[in-house]
């Protein structure tokens, strides 16, 4: 999943980056409403996890905005505030699940894939392509049966296609996925990923669709 955090707490940002990169997640941090709403124009994320008490405002505030404008991402509020009136006002102005501060990084772990199931209409953690499985929480590829090991940018890019099955994703988005905003990055390098992907779930497993950008294809047979 790509992950867009607001958190402007760096210590807590810090330890949620570190733990859903090892998660096999990618995350982006921002630490204002301003920065959120820039970046959000720039990349495709997943979900969000959103602090409510940010330095430019409320994250209720930027939730009922989202909302207003029809924006579907999925947002996880993750705040220090208890009360179950804050708790209310934040699921009802779009909220997908409440978590409060202090919290087990596997239960916040736990509660996202529980949002991208719903909001998938996924019953599992566990997703099939054709001849392919992949177990979300694992990170564990099977083809016919037969474990696939995937590198940290294959398993990223591998999500992002499985989660996104009928859309055409474009070379900025697949990047941000790998790389963050980041745009100090090798004209090549999403292409080499992309080749070594290829030899590993089969030729027709991600299609070009030129002067787009890439689509999941169908799963036949592997090349190993």
């Not at 099939?128 to 590829?141: C, D, F, I, P």
């Not at 090798?186 to 292409?191: C, I, P, R, V």
Request: contains cysteine; proline residues 2%; charged residues 25%.
């Amino acid at each position: 999943m790509y992950i867009l955090l607001v958190e402007d707490d760096a210590v807590i940002a810090d330890a949620i980056s570190i733990f859903l990169s090892g998660e096999g997640m990618a995350v982006e941090h921002v630490a204002s409403i301003s920065h959120a709403k820039n970046i959000l124009n720039k990349s495709n994320f997943d979900l969000c996890i959103l602090d409510l008490n940010l330095p430019d405002g409320n994250g209720i505030t930027w939730l009922t905005w989202l909302r207003k404008n029809q924006h579907s991402l999925p947002v996880l509020i993750l705040t220090a505030s208890n009360s179950i009136d804050d708790k209310l006002t934040g699921l009802k102005n779009g909220a997908d699940d409440y978590l409060v501060k202090p919290f087990d990084l596997r239960e916040l772990l736990a509660r996202l894939y529980s949002i991208k199931r719903r909001t998938t209409d996924r019953l599992t953690n566990t997703i099939s392509h054709g001849l392919l499985t992949y177990h979300l929480e694992q990170h564990k590829l099977l083809i016919n049966d037969k474990h696939i090991p995937l590198s940290r940018n294959e398993d990223l890019l591998l999500k992002m296609f499985l989660n996104n099955p009928q859309r055409i994703l474009s070379e900025s988005q697949l990047k941000d996925v790998l790389y963050g905003t980041c745009d100090d990055v090798a004209s090549n390098a999403l292409n080499v990923h992309i080749f070594n992907l290829r030899k590993k779930i089969g030729t027709k497993g991600i299609e070009t669709i030129r002067g787009f950008g890439f689509r999941l294809g169908s799963i036949e047979v592997t090349e190993q």
